[in-house]
């Protein structure tokens, strides 16, 4: 068991905010891990502890004849984990875990506040009160690297023709140029999708109708580092708080937080799934593409 007495080593305490009445956190990096402590003023009758990657869905169910937004955190894989337990004469307790190397948080999030984060957890199970959870959104530490399954893309469709060059350059930025010579599509479009779960983004590269444009990609880059701690539940104006904490952009409305400008993405980073697209527009709704497959990692 590693020492992970908070006290007792140099450590960089992090912000934490946290849902949950009756439970202090302490969110730290400590001999180079990540150390969560979890104090109670009485005993946390837990069963068990998990860790892993987690997901934070953000959604809308069928409740009768009316729709309720609803969050529901699962660990796909959890893994189990032993805290270190202490308590103190005035009855109140503490739970403190060591965690190993941490993924960065990825996250989108749509107009009517439905998507999914992504984040390593820590899932207290607690049969007979609010299971505890936490989140540790982080953003990448590390410069970027982009690969891709095919640096060259093309689209045909009777006398049409349209290719795409991409070329991966420094810090996961991509050079890309579309050319469409001969008789053209209505459009011939170069896009990024995202995909987070069953929730998909799409940012519009470069078009063109005729002849040749060039455009560098930049991925969306932010400087956050945050312990959330919550129940297996959560209100949309509390998610609209964190959300704006971490720039999300939205009108006010009357009841509760507005509409989203757009879609949020978190940040770029390894646990999104990406996707560029050569889209020939045929009119009338009808299209050809040709994608690749692209990675981000360090």
Known sequence: MHNSNLSAVPKQLLPVYSLL???HTEYAIAGGKPIVRLRSSGEIRHRGAYTGVAMLLFHWVQEGKTQAWRFDPSIPDPQPIRPEETADSDGSQSLTFTLGELLPAAGLLRGRWEGAFFAPAIHVDVPLGADIWVFLLRSPWFRFRLSL???TLAVVADQSVANASIIPEAAGTLSTTISSPGIP???VSLVMRRKMGQFES???ISEVEAGTASQMWTPITRNFELCLV???SMRMDQLSEIARGLGADFSSGFFGPG????DFLLCDGPLTEYSLT?????GLFRHIEDSAAA???W
């Open 278 to 282: 050569l889209r020939g527009d045929l």
């Open 21 to 23: 009445g009756g439970i």
């Open 230 to 232: 919550t129940s297996g």
């Open 259 to 262: 509409s989203l400008r757009g």
């Open 202 to 204: 799409e940012e519009l």
């Open 185 to 187: 599509f209505k459009k």
């Open 295 to 297: 990675v981000l990692s």
């Open 149 to 151: 399954t095919k640096q």
